[in-house]
């Protein structure tokens, strides 16, 4: 069932309800009110009674009528009626347990008089002991009234019922005419290419400022976000074949080279070596790709523990040392002895690991290298090289995925090493950052807000 078809279902009942307990009210009001009315007539003609008495005897007389349609009767210690109005008769309308109650109160009664609901009310009469004053009227205009009243409540109601279903229903359709709107608007977005920029894939923002134009902003922001990680999935699946393209299609020609006839062992060797060195590229390629697939899921889990800084940093420089030395540099730690923080050592020694490699490519021979680490609430850790210093224009986006700062391929470089610092940087809760010295050179770090550990070792 639909949505406003609900709403107006249950604002329909809601109404009837509503209604129904107002008529009732009403009902019961009207109905007290005229009962009120004819008691207070009725207490008139009961004081009135005794004028139905012939003076100085104790005979019935016709002392004239009753006004209006009342019944009056005088009765007698004996039962026996000693004056009435006309058209009463002769027979008490009371019963002679409700005479004997009627002799010590005023009661009040509703009975059947001449097959007509009548209302009764008898009291001492003054001034003669053992005598009752009786008045009473019938109650066909009442109920006559009441039956009406009730009537036309019920038609009213249907009406009222009728009209406020078919209001709620004219503005739940009004109210939900702009997500209608929406929906279509994000359907038609779903028949689009995907290749639509994210300018192309948002939907109307009503001027309305209400919920739904809030709706419609948090969709547009999600479109967004879709259209972007798709754009950059894209972008990632794109550069990731372009870059493996390469050492495949290496591998490929030195495997064909070597299967020629004719081939010396010695170039065989040379072909399979240089096969080697592309299928190591291949795979580190791919780890990369792999690590950074999985920090896009959020799945780069950590094992934080608390480690210090100084020996992990050291080993970095450790196994860096043959390609430093084969690079003529020397790298130095400048890291405080007691610098500790909760970090995963691991991810930090690859961050570190990856920093040190870039530096290695661009440092002049003969150059230091200098791996810093230093913390107050924070850590931070930088490596930081003599080299030309990276371009202008590539500094904001010395992060991005496949970005090289001018270097040929043949360096090595896939242009995924500083993206890596970069997600371990953001795993940690912290981020990556380049600079360059203004005396010449690069700093690469990491800043790890609230790893430092201020506790004793």
């Given at each position: 069932?639909?949505?406003?078809l609900?709403l107006?279902?249950?604002?329909?009942l809601?109404?009837?309800?509503?209604?129904?307990?107002?008529?009732?009210?009403?009902?019961?009001g009207?109905?007290?009110?005229?009962l009120?009315?004819?008691?207070?007539?009725l207490a008139?003609?009961?004081?009135q009674?005794g004028?139905?008495?012939?003076?100085?005897s104790?005979?019935a007389?016709?002392?004239?009528?009753?006004?209006?349609?009342?019944?009056?009767?005088?009765?007698?210690?004996a039962?026996r009626?000693?004056?009435?109005s006309?058209?009463?008769?002769t027979?008490?309308?009371?019963?002679?347990?409700?005479l004997?109650?009627?002799?010590?109160?005023?009661?009040?009664?509703?009975?059947?008089?001449?097959?007509?609901?009548?209302?009764?009310?008898?009291?001492?009469?003054?001034?003669?002991?053992?005598?009752t004053?009786?008045?009473?009227?019938s109650?066909?205009s009442?109920?006559?009234?009441?039956?009406?009243?009730?009537r036309e409540?019920?038609a009213?109601?249907?009406?009222?019922?009728?009209?406020?279903?078919?209001?709620?229903?004219?503005?739940?359709?009004?109210?939900?005419?702009?997500?209608e709107?929406?929906?279509?608007q994000?359907?038609?977005?779903?028949?689009?290419?995907?290749?639509?920029?994210?300018e192309?894939?948002?939907?109307?923002v009503?001027?309305?400022?209400?919920?739904?134009?809030?709706?419609?902003?948090?969709?547009?922001?999600?479109l967004?976000?879709?259209?972007?990680a798709?754009?950059?999935?894209?972008?990632?699946?794109?550069?990731?074949?372009?870059e493996?393209?390469?050492p495949?299609?290496?591998?490929?020609?030195?495997?064909?080279l070597?299967?020629?006839?004719?081939?010396?062992?010695?170039?065989?060797?040379?072909?399979?070596?240089r096969?080697?060195?592309?299928?190591d590229?291949?795979?580190?390629?791919?780890g990369?790709?792999?690590?950074?697939?999985?920090?896009?899921?959020?799945?780069?889990?950590?094992?934080?523990?608390?480690?210090?800084?100084?020996?992990?940093?050291?080993?970095?420089a450790?196994?860096?040392?043959?390609r430093?030395?084969?690079?003529?540099?020397t790298c130095r730690?400048?890291?405080?002895?007691?610098?500790?923080?909760?970090?995963?050592?691991?991810?930090?020694?690859?961050?570190v690991?990856?920093?040190?490699?870039?530096?290695?490519?661009?440092?002049?021979?003969?150059?230091?290298?200098?791996?810093?680490?230093?913390?107050?609430?924070?850590?931070?850790?930088?490596?930081?090289?003599?080299g030309?210093?990276f371009?202008?224009?590539?500094?904001?986006?010395?992060f991005?995925?496949?970005?090289?700062?001018?270097?040929?391929r043949?360096?090595?470089g896939?242009?995924?090493?500083l993206?890596?610092?970069?997600?371990?940087?953001?795993?940690?809760?912290?981020?990556a950052?380049a600079?360059?010295k203004?005396?010449?050179?690069?700093?690469?770090?990491?800043?790890?807000?609230g790893?430092?550990?201020?506790?004793?070792?």
């Amino acid at each position: 069932m639909p949505i406003r078809l609900r709403l107006a279902v249950a604002f329909a009942l809601a109404a009837a309800a509503i209604f129904a307990l107002g008529a009732w009210l009403f009902i019961n009001g009207l109905s007290s009110a005229q009962l009120s009315t004819i008691d207070s007539q009725l207490a008139v003609q009961l004081g009135q009674a005794g004028r139905y008495l012939v003076a100085g005897s104790q005979s019935a007389s016709a002392a004239g009528p009753a006004p209006g349609e009342y019944l009056v009767q005088v009765i007698d210690a004996a039962g026996r009626v000693r004056g009435a109005s006309p058209d009463t008769g002769t027979v008490p309308l009371l019963t002679a347990a409700e005479l004997a109650q009627a002799r010590h109160g005023q009661i009040w009664l509703n009975q059947a008089v001449d097959e007509e609901n009548t209302r009764i009310t008898a009291a001492p009469l003054a001034g003669r002991t053992g005598w009752t004053a009786v008045a009473g009227v019938s109650l066909e205009s009442f109920e006559s009234t009441m039956s009406q009243a009730e009537r036309e409540l019920a038609a009213a109601g249907a009406i009222f019922v009728v009209i406020a279903c078919a209001g709620a229903y004219w503005l739940a359709r009004a109210a939900l005419s702009p997500v209608e709107r929406l929906r279509r608007q994000v359907a038609a977005l779903s028949a689009r290419p995907l290749q639509a920029s994210t300018e192309e894939s948002g939907i109307e923002v009503p001027a309305t400022r209400d919920e739904i134009a809030a709706l419609a902003t948090t969709m547009n922001d999600l479109l967004g976000r879709l259209q972007r990680a798709l754009s950059r999935q894209r972008a990632f699946v794109a550069d990731a074949s372009h870059e493996l393209r390469t050492p495949l299609a290496v591998l490929r020609g030195e495997l064909e080279l070597a299967d020629r006839p004719g081939r010396s062992r010695e170039e065989l060797a040379a072909a399979v070596r240089r096969a080697a060195t592309e299928a190591d590229r291949l795979a580190r390629i791919t780890g990369d790709l792999l690590l950074l697939a999985r920090s896009d899921d959020d799945r780069l889990s950590l094992q934080l523990e608390q480690a210090e800084l100084r020996p992990l940093l050291a080993h970095s420089a450790e196994l860096a040392g043959p390609r430093l030395a084969e690079a003529g540099l020397t790298c130095r730690v400048d890291v405080p002895a007691d610098l500790r923080a909760r970090i995963d050592p691991d991810w930090i020694s690859q961050a570190v690991d990856n920093l040190l490699g870039n530096a290695l490519r661009f440092a002049p021979r003969g150059s230091v290298i200098v791996l810093a680490a230093w913390g107050g609430a924070d850590l931070d850790i930088e490596v930081r090289d003599d080299g030309p210093g990276f371009p202008a224009e590539f500094l904001p986006h010395a992060f991005e995925r496949f970005r090289r700062s001018g270097r040929s391929r043949g360096d090595g470089g896939a242009g995924l090493g500083l993206a890596i610092v970069q997600a371990i940087a953001v795993a940690h809760g912290g981020v990556a950052a380049a600079r360059n010295k203004p005396g010449g050179g690069a700093v690469v770090g990491l800043h790890l807000p609230g790893h430092r550990d201020l506790g004793p070792g």
